[in-house]
């Protein structure tokens, strides 16, 4: 069955960089849109960035657009987001999803900026 185990979430300070990763498995990784999405505390779901199957096309939310980096490694059946300088407002649970922003996620990662 599908499954997406995301990692590599923190705590880091204003202006700090991540790399968060997302093992795929399960289905065929590189036939799959994937996406990430974010839920900071007491608000929605908020689609983040997403990447076509075969890497070639990518999108941003504005808030991110500039600062974050989404790519992926279909041979390693990996998905990552690059996120460089972190704000207040991108503290949130980060998931990845399969197909679309509301496909099926994992159990997320913790990402924390706090100064």
């Known amino acids: 069955q599908v499954q997406l185990v995301e990692s590599g979430g923190g705590l880091v300070q204003p202006g700090g960089s991540l790399r968060l990763s997302c093992e795929a498995s399960?289905?065929?990784?590189?036939?799959?849109?994937m996406n990430w999405v974010r839920q900071a505390p007491g608000k929605g779901l908020e689609w983040v960035a997403g990447?076509?199957?075969?890497?070639?096309?990518?999108k941003y939310a504005d808030s991110v657009r500039g600062r974050f980096i989404i790519y992926r490694d279909n041979g390693e059946k990996t998905l990552y987001l690059r996120m460089h300088n972190l704000k207040f407002e991108d503290t949130a649970v980060y998931y990845c999803s399969k197909d679309t922003a509301r496909g099926q996620r994992g159990q997320g990662t913790q990402v924390t900026v706090s100064s």
């Open positions: 990447i076509t199957g075969d890497g070639g096309s990518v």
């Open positions: 399960g289905f065929s990784f590189s036939n799959a849109a």
